[in-house]
């Protein structure tokens, strides 16, 4: 599913955020990013859909070699990645049914199946009672929600997640974690960068520790310790 | 791109332009204004242009025959002179024609004094294709037989046409600089509109729609706004231009002002187009930086 064999990602300004990363994730993972601000599980996540390039080493994703991707390839090779925000990264002048008929509308689905298909992903993450809702009329877990059901709707193979819990209390937080933990063992891969500890802990999931761009860490089913 | 996205994308149009009320006004009105600062500077150089060409026509060489020739070898003359290269038209003025306007521009009593006596000679007026070939042609005239004199405005030339030159000069440049502040203007105001779509644009791409996808929307919002702002400049311009040429004619009557509706028309048609198209092209240029992965 996920190949990196030493990637390093090097800013133009000269911050190195990765130094010299090398993992593999398989097909149906729950795999957790963590470690402290700053250590690179942003930039690792934004290597992944391809918002950002590696200076050096080799990405592979869903079989594509990421570097080697022509411009015009991005959007195919996005569609089968959905990607969620700690700022949930939704349109304030659209509603939550549009905000996640958008990603089918943006692929050329026809209009009743977009239709169909919204309302039952709408109804998935319990919301089929606010379709009409704007996000500043919906709480933060309910914005989360439509912005993986947005991620989901196309049925990617991958979903990656950077800090989806990150501005929500503690009860939505595990609404949300529920939700990913159900979209996972229908066979969607995540990977997730957070900072929760206690969801690390709970879920029980595979722990990729990174320190100043490098793995420190790489355990199964593990608990997380790291300097904070 | 498929027909479920063409669908998409003109219902898209339609609720943005819709939503961002205010900024499609803000558009519209600095299409407009662009438009109409465009429309008063090209009017302005073509009656800068049609001045000076009114004025160089106005150059004409004046040849007094000599007194003897009989009317068959002044007609011969006329024969001659419209032979001659850079030659556009002659005019015949008799020497009865003469004296008639001279009464009439300076007193019949003068005159009266003559007593019947005629001192004017018959003369040609010759009229040259281009300013520049006056000299030249007078020149060759003054050699031909039968020719007694010939005057032309020697000394009106040279800085008639340092004059009609700089006319045009000043009329390009008027237009030119503010088709650069019209560009700014409606430049700023692309750029203001796509920021404020930023976000849409960046999940846009981030659900995987194409970049003629993204393009689309906006490209037939900025025509749709560049057609509108260009209509209303073009009513704007048509109506004030039309105006203006009938106040200068009641007071200023000896300026010619650009008045065949042909070339007005095309003018106004113009600047809808130009309306219509910078507002297009000017989405594509200022999205370019954002469709960049």
């Known amino acids: 599913m996920i190949q990196m064999t030493n990637v390093a990602k090097i800013y133009p300004n000269g911050a190195r955020a990765l130094v010299d990363i090398s993992l593999k994730i398989n097909k149906g993972e729950f795999v957790f990013l963590v470690g402290p601000s700053g250590a690179g599980k942003s930039t690792l996540i934004r290597l992944l859909y391809r918002e950002e390039m590696a200076s050096r080493g080799q990405v592979i994703v869903n079989g594509w070699n990421i570097l080697r991707m022509r411009e015009r390839e991005v959007p195919h090779f996005r569609r089968n990645i959905g990607v969620i925000f700690q700022d949930f990264k939704l349109l304030a002048n659209k509603t939550a049914f549009e905000n996640v008929a958008f990603a089918l509308e943006a692929i050329g689905v026809s209009p009743k199946e977009v239709r169909l298909r919204t309302k039952k992903m709408l109804k998935l993450v319990g919301l089929g009672h606010k379709e009409n809702a704007f996000p500043d009329e919906l709480s933060g877990g309910e914005q989360q929600r439509v912005s993986v059901a947005r991620a989901i709707i196309n049925n990617p193979s991958l979903l990656v997640a950077d800090e989806p819990t990150g501005n929500l209390d503690a009860d939505t937080a595990w609404e949300i974690m529920e939700l990913l933990y159900n979209i996972n063992r229908r066979g969607t891969t995540i990977v997730m960068a957070t900072h929760a500890r206690d969801i690390v802990e709970q879920m029980q999931k595979r722990v990729i520790v990174i320190e100043d761009g490098r793995v420190v860490r790489d355990e199964n089913m593990g608990a997380i310790e790291y300097g904070t | ?293």
């Open chain 2, 1 to 293: 791109m498929g027909l479920n996205s063409a669908r998409y994308v003109l219902r898209e149009v339609g609720s943005s332009l819709r939503r961002n009320i205010w900024l499609s006004i803000a558009s519209v009105l600095t299409i407009m204004i662009a438009m109409v600062i465009l429309g008063a500077s090209l009017f302005f150089f073509l009656n800068a242009a049609n001045l000076a060409e009114n004025f160089e026509s106005e150059l004409e060489i004046n040849v007094f025959t000599q007194e003897d020739l009989s009317n068959m070898e002044v007609s011969a003359l006329g024969e001659r002179l419209k032979g001659l290269d850079g030659v556009q038209s002659i005019e015949l003025i008799t020497k009865e024609q003469a004296l008639a306007k001279f009464a009439q521009e300076y007193s019949e009593s003068l005159v009266e004094d003559l007593g019947g006596e005629n001192p004017f000679p018959d003369s040609y007026k010759v009229f040259v294709t281009e300013p520049e070939l006056v000299e030249g042609v007078a020149k060759k005239i003054d050699s031909l037989t039968g020719v007694d004199n010939v005057v032309y405005g020697k000394e009106v030339i040279g800085p008639l046409l340092q004059f009609t030159n700089w006319l045009r000069w000043v009329g390009m440049g008027v237009v030119a600089i503010f088709a650069v502040a019209s560009i700014v203007l409606i430049s700023l105001n692309i750029r203001m509109t796509v920021y404020s779509r930023r976000k849409e644009i960046e999940i846009m791409k981030l659900v995987g729609a194409s970049n003629s996808f993204i393009r689309w929307p906006f490209l037939l919002e900025g025509m749709v706004v560049g057609l509108v702002g260009g209509l209303f400049a073009t009513l704007i311009v048509g109506m004030g231009y039309d105006w203006f040429a009938q106040y200068i004619q009641s007071t200023l009557t000896f300026v010619p002002v650009v008045s065949e509706s042909n070339l007005i028309w095309k003018v106004l048609a113009l600047l809808v187009l130009i309306g219509m198209g910078i507002g297009a092209l000017g989405s594509i240029i200022s999205l370019r930086r954002f469709l960049k992965v």
